[in-house]
């Protein structure tokens, strides 16, 4: 006994040294020392960076290329505004006090000591436009050489934009996203769609939000002395009181791809801890009953995460509840970091505050942790995110009533993405695997965020649950920290289909991605008809022309009216997917029968003694993509199509006012 607790203690001792020495999560590749202080008077952050980038490659590296995304807000000719014209609310602004804002890097050298700065130039890779400054090239004198590191240090100022998308100041609120000059990502041949080794660095565009390589940051800011910082990472030290009305506030952060802020004189502060998890919550004061909310919901996402995929990886996760005046930088991800949406009038059956906590949250594993590319694959991380916020609210708040609860008004999550894409004009407007930018049509939110959740819902029922589940969680392990493409999602899903269904998906999934995600097709299935006619006895006129034989409905022994009956069942949508269809005789007896769905039409016949009395598509559900639900069910009896017509329109209504809302998801 005593030997066993001997061996107890001895495996606890090594478990412990382990831990102490925690392993990298990720390649480290991007590492940021950056000091930062913000003038409030002229509105700038004032910083110097020392960036440790390795070359995650076997190529010699020449250049670094840089994001500077507060360029897209320099003039009216940048990418982003060109994209998505002024936004009227801040003509004003930008007319009178020419509020343009901007980053400039003052200098730049590498530790031995050359000038980077001379020949860095702006690029556009993605179209050109000389007015957009939002990425820098800069030649090195000494190129990086395979899997060596290169430190570099700069200066450089950032001019802070009125409360513009995702970031910027509005009276003194502060939150600063995507604010510092970022190294894009180098991406190896064979990494994701790449043929040789290059930079991943394209231009701020009005949709889309970033990309990020992996890496550790330590940042000091030091803010005016009665303001309070919220951060991506935990404080080693409590701020520093400088003696000059400033303080000084550090936050360190390991294995993220991106690093974000916020400051106010107003925050209040409100904590909890999670299983060792520090929950930081900063609220203005107006906001500050929301606080049960927010500590409701968020240990019930990570406790999902922790049983489905595994438990939060990092330390702490703040939240930002930004101030009406800050509405633009609400409804935010970035690593360990979430910004929401509150109105002060916001009822609790009307669950936005759940859904923005579960939907941001959710992406510090869908997007944060499996490090996809979503300038370029959105849906990676807004489709696969809202599907899980789908699938985290339905399974707390029920299906029917998970987005809104209230006054007998009952909508659901899941079902409110159903809405949002097939109440589009076009919903055959564009695939998911166009660039961010390229959506026509302003149609770049519902494809990826609701269209996406859809067939994934759709995928899920298809494959079944523990076949998507196993597959999506050897999706997440196999790509945590790093940075998977469209390809490598379907390689997984395939692979594990293929193993757990070889009968069935022995091919795996490709016919099905094929359209869902690379096509435009839509899905529309229908029972046209349903006749149940009298089978009659053999009648006619046979070798003798004056003998005629009577028809006669046809019986069986026990004298019972024998029918033919059919169900005609046709594919209205140019999406083939396999349906099934449930036949309903009037004595109860049910038949399911398959079909593959490729014909434009099918024909279920059948000889019996009873009336088929209905037929339905798709009985279990399993098949979200299909348009149109109404005529999925043929019956005798009267149907409530006018009820789930109205109730559909309502829920295009609610899901419009939400997004109106939640515009930044
Ligand atoms: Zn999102």
């Known amino acids: 006994m005593k030997y066993k607790l001997f061996l107890l203690f001895l495996l606890f001792t090594c478990l412990g040294f382990q831990s102490s020495k925690k392993a990298p999560l990720s390649a480290q590749i991007a590492n940021y020392d950056i000091r930062v202080k913000l003038d409030i008077n002229q509105k700038k952050l004032i910083a110097h960076t020392k960036l440790v980038w390795k070359n995650p490659s076997a190529d010699t590296v020449?250049?670094?290329?840089?994001?500077?995304?507060?360029?897209?807000?320099?003039?009216?000719?940048?990418?982003?505004?060109?994209?998505?014209?002024?936004?009227s609310l801040f003509k004003t602004s930008l007319k009178d006090d020419c509020n343009w804002s901007w980053v400039e890097i003052q200098n730049m050298t590498d530790k031995y000591g050359n000038n980077l700065a001379s020949n860095m130039h702006y690029i556009q890779p993605d179209d050109d436009n000389k007015s957009d400054q939002t990425v820098l090239r800069v030649p090195l004198p000494k190129p990086v050489l395979p899997n060596e590191s290169i430190e570099i240090e700069f200066d450089w100022i950032g001019k802070i934009p009125k409360t513009m998308i995702r970031t910027g100041h509005n009276m003194d609120f502060?939150?600063?996203a995507q604010w510092y000059p970022k190294v894009g990502v180098y991406e190896p041949a064979g990494m994701r769609y790449a043929e040789k080794g290059g930079w991943n660095c394209h231009q701020y565009h009005s949709s889309g939000e970033y990309y990020g390589e992996f890496g550790n940051y330590k940042v000091d800011m030091t803010v005016p002395e009665n303001y309070m910082v919220g951060s991506s990472g935990t404080q080693p030290n409590p701020p520093k009181n400088n003696g000059d009305q400033t303080t000084t506030w550090s936050f360190e952060v390991n294995d993220v791809i991106d690093f974000a802020w916020g400051a106010?004189?107003?925050?209040?502060?409100?904590?909890?801890?999670?299983?060792g998890i520090k929950i930081r919550l900063l609220t203005y004061p107006e906001h500050v009953h929301f606080k049960e909310r927010y500590f409701s919901i968020l240990p019930q996402a990570l406790e999902f995460f922790e049983d489905n995929f595994e438990r939060y990886p990092y330390p702490s996760l703040t939240i930002i509840a930004p101030p009406f005046h800050g509405l633009y930088t609400g409804g935010m991800e970035y690593p360990t970091l979430i910004t929401t949406l509150n109105s002060c009038l916001l009822p609790t059956g009307v669950r936005s505050t759940e859904i923005l906590t579960v939907h941001e949250f959710v992406h510090q594993y869908f997007q944060q942790i499996v490090g996809t590319n979503e300038m370029e694959e959105a849906w990676m991380d807004e489709g696969i995110t809202n599907f899980y916020e789908g699938v985290i609210m339905d399974k707390i708040y029920g299906e029917k009533s998970s987005t809104i609860d209230f006054m007998g008004i009952k909508a659901g999550n899941a079902e409110s993405d159903r809405v949002s894409y097939f109440n589009m004009e076009n919903p055959a407007i564009a695939p998911n695997s166009l660039?961010?930018?390229?959506?026509?049509g302003g149609s770049y939110h519902t494809i990826q965020y609701s269209k996406s959740a859809v067939w994934l819902n759709t995928l899920k029922k298809i494959v079944g649950e523990k076949t998507f589940k196993e597959a999506?969680?050897?999706?997440?392990?196999?790509?945590?920290?790093?940075h998977p493409s469209a390809k490598d999602f379907v390689n997984v899903i395939n692979e594990v289909v293929a193993k757990n269904h070889p009968e069935e998906f022995g091919d795996g999934m490709n016919w099905?991605?094929?359209?869902?995600l690379y096509g435009t097709e839509i899905c529309d299935y229908a029972i046209s008809s349903i006749s149940n006619n009298n089978k009659i006895t053999s009648s006619g006129i046979f070798d003798n022309l004056e003998e005629c034989e009577k028809s006669e409905f046809a019986k069986n022994e026990?004298?019972?009216?024998?029918?033919i009956s059919t169900v005609v069942v046709q594919r209205l949508g140019n999406m083939t997917l396999p349906m099934e269809i449930l036949v309903r005789f009037e004595d109860g007896k049910e038949f399911l029968e398959k079909w593959d769905g490729i014909a434009t039409m099918t024909t279920f016949s059948y000889e019996s003694t009873q009336k088929i009395e209905c037929a339905e598509i798709d009985p279990y559900h399993k098949i979200p993509l299909d348009k149109n639900l109404l005529n999925n069910s043929f019956t005798s009896k009267p149907n409530l199509s006018g009820v789930r017509k109205y109730v559909n329109e309502f829920l295009f209504w609610m899901q419009n006012a939400m997004e109106g809302l939640g515009m930044l998801i």
Do not use: C
Not at 435 to 440: K, L, R, T
């Open 472 to 482: 999506m969680k050897t999706y997440y392990f196999r790509w945590k920290f790093k």
């Open 264 to 275: 106010s004189p107003h925050f209040v502060e409100s904590k909890m801890n999670w299983k």
């Open 512 to 516: 099905f991605f094929q359209q869902v």
């Open 558 to 563: 026990d004298d019972e009216e024998i029918f």
């Open 174 to 176: 502060y939150f600063m």
């Open 435 to 440: 660039n961010s930018w390229e959506f026509p």
């Open 62 to 87: 020449s250049d670094l290329q840089f994001h500077l995304y507060y360029n897209a807000f320099k003039n009216s000719e940048t990418t982003f505004f060109s994209e998505k014209g002024l936004p």
